[in-house]
């Protein structure tokens, strides 16, 4: 436990000029840590094939650049003894956990986020009724841009309860799915060719990966049977998923009234 004479003392004797210095180097790191961002969103654009690695080290950076830097900068500036530092330094995490327990949990959740990778900066991500990119993993918050260009802000914490899925996995590159319906008495075979070709030539397509076309009936309430051909496939980036999705539909829907 601290004595409570000493840390009346330790503030007692903190200076103006040395609270000063220490929000400038508050200020300071918030100004690298989002330099770190905008460099590392940059480069990604440079390098698009290596986006995934590039921004799946800035979570790791600012947090490395906020921990190292607030606590070298309490122990250099105002240089307490070592036992008032450490005891400081429990004594406030204590006090969080009682204070803020949502806030400490989503500091501990963002470290196991890090840790595990269940999904990373760059990744499409389901959770709950929210879909969308990962931008960054903060030290208290997930950012996510939806595919209505709409920025939501989730507390870290959320992700240590709530079921989370992960389109991309780390990866640049996705699998799509696109369903097509047809009525039963159609060309099943020359519709699935076609599908497997435009799949294939299409810009957005990884083709060196499987191209599946998969067939199901569908039952409508009101009695009437049609035939659903779904293609999956793997597109190389996973930010034109809305952009392939629409140029398949436009063509396989071309390609299918030039032969009507």
């Keep these: ?9 330790f503030f007692m004797q903190i200076a103006f000029k040395e609270l000063l210095l220490f929000m400038g ?14 460099s590392a969103r940059v480069i990604s654009k440079i390098f698009p094939t290596k986006r995934m690695l590039i921004l799946n080290w800035v979570p790791f950076l600012n947090l490395a650049i906020y921990l190292f830097g ?12 070592r036992e ?16 803020a327990k949502e806030l400490l949990q989503s500091l501990v959740t963002t470290i196991v986020l ?4 269940p999904f990373q900066v760059g990744d499409r991500i389901a959770f709950q009724d929210i879909y969308g990119e990962v931008i960054s993993i903060g030290l208290c918050s997930v950012k996510i841009v939806t595919l209505d260009e709409n920025l939501i802000t ?6 240590m309860h709530d079921l989370v899925s992960s389109s991309s996995a780390g990866s640049l590159g996705m699998m799509v799915t696109v369903d097509i319906f047809v009525t039963p008495d159609a060309n099943l075979t020359k519709i699935k060719s076609l599908l497997e070709k435009l799949a294939a030539q299409n810009i957005y397509v990884n083709p060196e990966l499987p191209i599946t076309i998969v067939l ?5 309430t009101t009695g009437i049977v049609s035939i659903g051909l779904r293609t999956k496939c793997t597109i190389k980036d996973a930010r034109t998923e809305k952009a392939f999705q629409t140029s398949f539909l436009i063509e396989v829907h071309q390609a299918l009234n030039s032969k009507s």
């Design 154 to 159: 989730i507390p870290s914490y959320r992700f």
């Design 25 to 38: 180097v508050l200020l300071i790191l918030a100004l690298i840590a989002a330099l770190i961002r905008i």
């Design 114 to 117: 890090l840790i595990n990778k």
């Design 216 to 220: 199901r009936e569908i039952l409508s």
């Design 84 to 99: 008032l530092y450490f005891g400081f330094i429990i004594s406030s995490l204590i006090a969080l956990g009682f204070s």
């Design 1 to 9: 436990m601290l004595d409570t004479a000493q840390v009346r003392n």
């Design 70 to 81: 607030f606590g070298s900068a309490v122990y250099f500036i105002f240089q307490p003894t």
